[in-house]
């Protein structure tokens, strides 16, 4: 059978995404198509598995037995997590035996302020090339991070490829616990005389680098990415929902939401402070 040509297939595909259809098959892609979800879900495979290399020291390092528990199950969650993006990326002919064997997950900078850069080929989120020092960074990042990653994976449960769809589902509900687990520590650190300076510096520390995982407002990929159904939203509007909420958090546990700008216009604009 003659291959259909390119111009056709992505014609096709586009009038199945106006009418909401889902993309179930490697075979109705566009190579657009096909190159952005690759894309994405590499992002999302890679910082899975770089957060739960993070993580590994803090099972050891965790202040309980009841933490060293909940800290191996975190862990454990992100790579399956891992697993699950990575399986996915197979399906869309993903050497990932190669790739992750040509990886270093592991890797960390030593630098306060890497704003938007990105310091490896991998395609982790960059807040990833972040250690985690202490037990306030490992809570600030829970509180965070995972609450930044769950306002931007929800375009997925509900994208135009299927199997991302499916595989979100379970991924979603355990990053939700993730962020319990984060709330409830930084209420406690946060309402103890004795840890609340800490705490605060820990989230001063962690929430622009947050803020800087979202990308551009107005970006021209994500306005691709929503043509194709992979996003619904522009890049600023996940943003504030996610320091809408980081402020309401610390209204209640009496922590100050920390101020924050675009790297771009840090000479030339007021702070914003999310209200």
């Known amino acids: 059978m003659a291959k259909e040509p390119e111009m056709v297939k992505a014609e096709r595909l586009e009038e199945k995404l106006a009418k909401g259809g889902k993309v179930e098959t490697l075979a109705e892609m566009s190579d657009e198509y096909r190159g952005h979800l690759t894309h994405l ?8 598995l770089a957060g739960a ?30 697993r699950v993006m990575y399986r996915l990326l197979e399906g869309l ?23 938007t850069e990105r310091v490896a080929d991998d395609k982790r989120v960059n807040i990833f090339y972040y250690p985690i020092d202490t037990w306030y960074d490992f809570i600030m990042f829970n509180f965070c991070m995972d609450r ?3 306002h931007q994976l929800e375009d997925s449960l509900d994208c135009s490829y299927k199997p991302w769809c ?24 946060a309402q103890d005389d004795k840890t609340r300076d800490q705490a605060q510096e820990a989230l001063d520390r962690w929430y622009p680098r947050t803020m800087n995982i979202f990308g551009r407002a107005n970006s021209p990929k994500n306005k691709i990415y929503r043509r ?17 909420e980081i402020k309401s958090k610390c209204d209640l546990y009496g922590l100050k939401a920390p101020s924050w700008q675009p790297e771009q216009h840090k000479m030339t604009e007021e702070p914003f402070i999310p209200g």
């Open 228 to 244: 194709l159904g992979l996003k619904k939203r522009d890049n600023d509007e996940v943003r504030w929902a996610f320091a809408k």
């Open 93 to 115: 002919g993903v050497d990932v035996d190669q790739y992750y064997q040509s990886h270093n997950f592991s890797l960390r900078v030593a630098r306060d302020d890497i704003g």
């Open 148 to 150: 930044g990653a769950g």
């Open 41 to 48: 879900m590499m992002m999302q495979a890679d910082s899975e």
């Open 53 to 82: 290399f993070g993580y590994v020291p803090w099972i050891m390092k965790s202040p309980d037995i009841k933490e060293t528990l909940q800290v191996a199950q975190i862990v454990k969650d992100e790579v399956r997590h891992a």
């Open 166 to 189: 499916d595989g979100m589902e379970g991924i979603f509900k355990e990053e939700a616990m993730h962020m319990a687990h984060g709330d409830h520590w930084v209420e406690q650190l």
